[in-house]
Nanobody, 125 residues
């Protein structure tokens, strides 16, 4: 059974940092790319970042470039999203997802097959 489990969300002040984790099981980690998405109330789900577990190739949305860093630990089957210089507009439920597709930049949610349950990130001003 494929599972993706996010953790690390919480409440932080503007300018602060959080690190999200996405631990996966049930499939060959290196065969997949893992993406992070977010959805704020009343807004569409937005692709934030993606990493290819096979070679570490990464992409970022312009809204987070320079502030967020995605990384992978192939031993722990875990993908991290380090979020620095957080802004109130980063407030959302953050989801990780997995795909075997290779049509980069892989920031569309329709490109993903498996999803985690989400973790809330709230940035106060």
């Amino acid at each position: 059974e494929v599972q993706l489990v996010e953790s690390g969300g919480g409440l932080v002040q503007a300018g602060g940092s959080l690190r999200l984790s996405c631990t996966v099981s049930g499939f060959s980690f290196d065969d997949y790319a893992i993406g992070w998405f977010r959805q704020a109330p009343g807004k569409e789900r937005e692709g934030v970042s993606c990493i290819a577990n096979s070679d570490g190739y990464t992409v970022y949305a312009n809204s987070v470039k320079g502030r967020f860093t995605i990384s992978t630990d192939n031993v722990k089957n875990t993908v991290y999203l380090q979020m620095n210089s957080l802004k109130p507009e980063d407030t959302a439920v953050y989801y990780c997802a997995a795909t075997t597709r290779s049509s980069w930049p892989l920031l569309l949610d329709t490109q993903y097959d498996y999803w985690g349950q989400g973790t809330q990130v709230t940035v106060s001003s």
